[in-house]
């Protein structure tokens, strides 16, 4: 967390957005990449986020009659918790929340059914290793392949039903012809020659 003092942005000229401008600019997230020399193909990771406090207290906001003006300059960085704007209760005990999501295009009754497989093999691991207490909870608290997987029932249900009713149709309708085949065997077979 960067905090920063008010009278010192108003001395310099500045604004709460100026800073956050020139940290957004300088801590950018760019994907690698592939760089060819000669025969050889490099692969390249760069690391282009800020790492530390000291880093962020480093950015510069602006430059005043040739002097750069740091966030140092203006306030302090901390490595602290970030601001806590809510609570979560899941039955009206505290807890935390944390949101899985899905990758676009991936399957989400796979995804979920992972999850579920994960909590019920690795927090018991995670637990007896001491990497969380043993009195933690872990649970799924919403699940959106309920929907879907209800869709797909209510699908096939329909696909069953739709299929009988035209098993149905095209019985009554071969009986229907049936009879009418054989009443026209009837009547011509009445009919003298």
Do not use: C
């Not at 991936?106 to 992972?114: F, H, L, S, Y």
């Not at 209800?150 to 149709?169: C, D, E, F, H, P």
């Amino acid at each position: 967390m960067t905090y920063l003092e008010p009278s010192k942005l108003e001395a310099y000229n500045l604004t709460f957005t100026d800073v956050v401008d020139a940290l957004a600019q300088q801590n950018l997230v760019l994907a690698g990449g592939n760089i060819k020399v000669g025969d050889f193909d490099y692969q390249v990771h760069p690391v282009n986020t800020l790492q530390s406090t000291q880093d962020i207290d480093n950015v510069v906001v602006a430059v005043r009659e040739g002097q750069p003006i740091f966030i140092k300059d203006l306030g302090r960085t901390k490595d602290d918790a970030e601001l806590q704007y809510n609570i979560v209760r899941v039955n009206g005990t505290r807890s935390v929340y944390v949101p899985l999501l899905r990758e676009p295009g991936e399957n989400t009754i796979q995804v979920v059914d992972r999850i579920r497989e994960g909590i019920a093999s690795e927090i018991p691991k995670m637990k007896e290793r001491g990497e969380i207490p043993e009195v933690t909870q872990v649970d799924l608290v919403s699940d959106q392949s309920t929907y879907i997987r209800s869709a797909i029932s209510n699908l096939k249900i329909q696909l069953i039903l739709g299929a009988l009713l035209v098993v149905i149709i095209v019985v009554f309708f071969l009986r229907k012809l049936l009879w009418f085949g054989k009443f026209l065997n009837l009547s011509l077979a009445k009919r003298p020659n």
